[in-house]
T-cell receptor, first 112, second 111 residues
Framework: NAGVTQTPKFQVLKTGQSMTLQCAQDMNHNSMYWYRQDPGMGLRLIYYSASEGTTDKGEVPNGYNVSRLNKREFSLRLESAAPSQTSVYFC???????????FGDGTRLSIL | DQQVKQNSPSLSVQEGRISILNCDYTNSMFDYFLWYKKYPAEGPTFLISISSIKDKNEDGRFTVFLNKSAKHLSLHIVPSQPGDSAVYFCAASTGGFKTIFGAGTRLFVKA
């Protein structure tokens, strides 16, 4: 099924460990995004990429890095995980910047 | 500072009736608005959007209304169906890159 694929679906880390969340889309979209969703809150933008080769900070970028490897793939890296980064992470893509259309099913990340 | 607010955490509606989900925003620079539906353990699904140059957009059972002077938008679902039970997010963007989401409203449609 075409769309946005995120891996892994679940992960438990210890404080201080590093991890990369993977995202790939097969719709030839230019723009890609990483969001986190916490209980009682809407999705908050971590980083986005307007096009291949460009990345920019969103609302809550601290503690994260991203790589837009090619047009299809946009990865999110936690260099030194902290309990405050326990969340559900969603990757999204879109044709138009600022209008995320297609989301992956999320990665549930717990940091102990 | 919440720029996009969905003040009703939940809403319960009878099947066949109208569901009205509300959203308020504070930033007058927002010029594009979107609604998403989210089922548990899935990502959000885009439903409908509206540009600030319009006051209404319709797609099947879903209609979004925008009142710029009141900084208010609403999503109407008519008729409501049990499969519409989900969390609904409104979002707003400033014609650029940062889309701000509300906290969501959980809709229950009773059969």
């Amino acid at each position: 099924n075409a769309g946005v694929t995120q891996t892994p679906k679940f992960q438990v880390l210890k404080t201080g460990q590093s991890m990369t969340l993977q995202c790939a889309q097969d719709m030839n979209h230019n723009s890609m995004y990483w969001y986190r969703q916490d209980p009682g809150m809407g999705l908050r933008l971590i980083y986005y990429s307007a096009s291949e080769g460009t990345t920019d900070k969103g609302e809550v970028p601290n503690g994260y890095n991203v790589s837009r490897l090619n047009k299809r793939e946009f990865s999110l890296r936690l260099e030194s995980a902290a309990p405050s980064q326990t969340s559900v992470y969603f990757c999204a893509s879109s044709v138009e910047l600022g209008q995320p259309q297609h989301f992956g099913d999320g990665t549930r990340l717990s940091i102990l | 500072d919440q720029q996009v607010k969905q003040n009703s955490p939940s809403l319960s509606v009878q099947e066949g009736r109208i569901s009205i989900l509300n959203c308020d925003y504070t930033n007058s620079m927002f010029d594009y608005f979107l609604w998403y539906k989210k089922y548990p353990a899935e990502g959000p699904t885009f439903l409908i959007s509206i540009s600030s140059i319009k006051d209404k957009n319709e797609d099947g059972r879903f209609t979004v209304f925008l009142n710029k002077s009141a900084k208010h938008l609403s999503l109407h679902i008519v008729p409501s169906q049990p499969g519409d039970s989900a969390v609904y997010f409104c979002a707003a963007s400033t014609g650029g890159f940062k889309t701000i989401f509300g906290a969501g409203t959980r809709l229950f449609v009773k059969a």
